[in-house]
């Protein structure tokens, strides 16, 4: 089975990430233990050791999770989805036309292709705060720029984010500490 979202969906939606989009998908879940640590499961399938990784993540058709063995089946990026066409989830074995490392299905994300007729740019800023934190930010751009009339263009999309911490880390003047002598 196959469910697609449009990219505008997710805009209307204020979907900027693949954790929220996978939120809205049945049978997907998402473990991550910090950034480039995430890993997906679909249906419920995982590798029993975790070294493996059970749903590809492809960037159109870029594969964005690690190769067998390294990184422990996590996928190396997490994605911003700003200018993007669609998400598409297939679950089910996918060994077929995604390899091994989808077995139980696949997520690919499908960007938005340049316009060979027409410039374009959009932008997009947002900014919070954190309780007892600080100011929290982020700017999503895209250009495009036709070079040869229908027949090249180059479309850039840049992203930046800042989220502000909470915590304070207080460095002691005599850091480390000194440990403990053993007697003689």
């Known amino acids: 089975s196959l469910t697609a979202i449009s990219g505008a969906d997710l805009q209307a939606q204020g979907v900027s990430n693949i954790a929220d989009a996978a939120r809205q998908i049945p049978g997907v879940a998402q473990t991550s233990a910090g950034p480039g640590q995430t890993e997906y499961t679909i249906r419920?399938?995982?590798?029993?050791?975790?070294?493996?990784?059970?749903?590809?993540?492809?960037l159109d058709d870029v594969?964005?999770?690690?190769p067998s063995g390294a990184q422990n089946g996590h996928v190396v990026i997490d994605p911003d989805l700003y200018d993007l066409n669609r998400v598409e989830v297939l679950r089910g074995p996918q060994g077929t036309l995604y390899g091994s490392g989808s077995m139980g299905g696949t997520i690919k994300l499908v960007t938005n292709q340049p316009n060979l007729r027409e410039f374009g740019a959009s932008a997009q800023v947002d900014a919070s705060g954190t309780h007892d934190g600080g100011f929290n930010r982020g700017v999503n751009a895209m250009i495009n720029?036709?070079?040869?009339?229908?027949?090249?263009?180059?479309?850039?999309?840049g992203t930046?984010?800042?989220?502000?911490?909470?915590?304070?880390?207080?460095?002691?003047?005599?850091f480390p500490l000194p440990t403990n002598a053993q007697p003689q």
Request: aromatic letters at 4%; zero cysteines.
């Open 63 to 66: 594969p964005m999770t690690a």
């Open 145 to 157: 720029i036709p070079l040869i009339d229908d027949k090249l263009a180059l479309r850039i999309v």
């Open 44 to 58: 419920g399938l995982s590798s029993p050791g975790a070294a493996v990784a059970t749903v590809g993540l492809y």
């Open 160 to 174: 930046d984010e800042h989220t502000s911490g909470w915590i304070d880390r207080t460095v002691l003047a005599n």
